[in-house]
């Protein structure tokens, strides 16, 4: 639990020139992270391209993460697809010597919190000595349901928060601190642009991609958020934002394909991405090296 008190990487998943995992790649571009001081790492989450990997690539991502981190950081695996195979994959996370899975938002068009609480609970008790991160990512699973869970499954050690609304954040932390659910970790899911403001509402830590290519900075964030500096914390939010709001836009389209195409001009791994993402047209590439040169890591 105090490793997610931290900046929570969220692997980057570079491919090769046929298509398939470039696992050389992938060693490097974590261990320049992990190496930088971050504690904690998602292999196969949303910027991992979890959706487009197949069963063995998740694998192959979760057994070269073990192998690069060493012990040096915390590895939390993302889980998910219907229920019978993310009980697969979190029984096979533990298996590889992961200490946590993250279990992504089930993809379904109908939803209700009794059916997330129970996904979320099978999925729990499936791993008991794996810390389970809930990625919470709609509106319509309040308080009730994340107290519920935490106190039937005592495995459940935090939350991902990404709805991008800091007073419902804010309200449902404070909902949930109560009765034993107290002992979650409340982690902004929605990266460094969101990072500051969900501080000051109950987040401890924050997910990142942008810390594949640049820890340094992230970790920055992050410890003038901890010490108390919202000053000097947003001054470095404004200097992070650019290639953030790249990222996010058309609806986060370029999500990955803005953190590959960082990754690529450093000549960490090829900028590739699978559908239906799609890499960064020319004048966006163009945006991701005046960001890279304004942050001084760029040629």
């Known amino acids: 639990m105090d490793a997610l008190r931290s900046v929570v990487l969220i692997n980057a998943t570079p491919f090769d020139e046929n298509g398939g995992v470039a696992t050389d790649d992938y060693a490097r571009v974590l261990d320049h992270a992990v190496t930088a001081g971050i504690g904690a790492v998602t292999p196969n989450g949303n910027t991992s391209e979890f959706y487009s990997l197949t069963p063995d690539e998740l694998d192959t991502a979760l057994a070269v993460t073990v192998e690069t981190v060493k012990g040096r950081a915390l590895v939390v695996a993302g889980v998910g697809h219907e229920l019978d195979r993310a009980i697969r994959m979190a029984k096979a996370a533990h298996d590889a010597g992961a200490e946590a899975v993250m279990v992504h938002q089930p993809v379904h068009p109908y939803l209700s919190e009794e059916g997330w609480v129970e996904y979320h609970r099978a999925i729990a008790d499936a791993v008991p000595s794996l810390g389970v991160v809930c990625y919470l990512r709609?509106?319509?699973?309040?308080a009730s349901a994340v107290?519920?869970?935490?106190v039937e499954c005592p495995n459940v050690a935090g939350v991902k928060y990404a709805v991008p609304d800091a007073i419902a954040f804010a309200d449902i932390v404070t909902q949930t601190a109560f009765g034993g659910a107290e002992r979650l970790v409340w982690v902004c899911g929605l990266a460094e642009s969101w990072a500051p403001f969900f501080?000051?509402?109950g987040a401890e830590g924050f997910t990142t991609g942008l810390g594949n290519v640049a820890p340094e900075l992230s970790l920055q964030l992050f410890?003038?958020?901890?010490?108390?500096?919202?000053g000097s914390a947003m001054q470095l939010w404004r200097k992070l934002k650019p290639f953030e709001d790249l990222r996010a836009r058309h609806g986060?389209?370029?999500?990955v394909s803005a953190v590959k195409e960082a990754l690529a001009q450093l000549e960490?791994?090829?900028?590739?991405?699978?559908?239906p993402i799609s890499e960064l047209p020319e004048a966006e590439r163009a945006e991701v090296g005046k960001i890279l040169r304004d942050w001084g890591i760029g040629s």
């Open 138 to 142: 709609s509106p319509h699973i309040g």
């Open 223 to 230: 410890d003038q958020l901890d010490a108390g500096n919202p």
């Open 147 to 150: 107290h519920r869970l935490a």
């Open 252 to 255: 986060n389209a370029y999500n």
């Open 268 to 275: 960490m791994c090829r900028r590739d991405v699978r559908p």
């Open 199 to 201: 501080w000051v509402a």
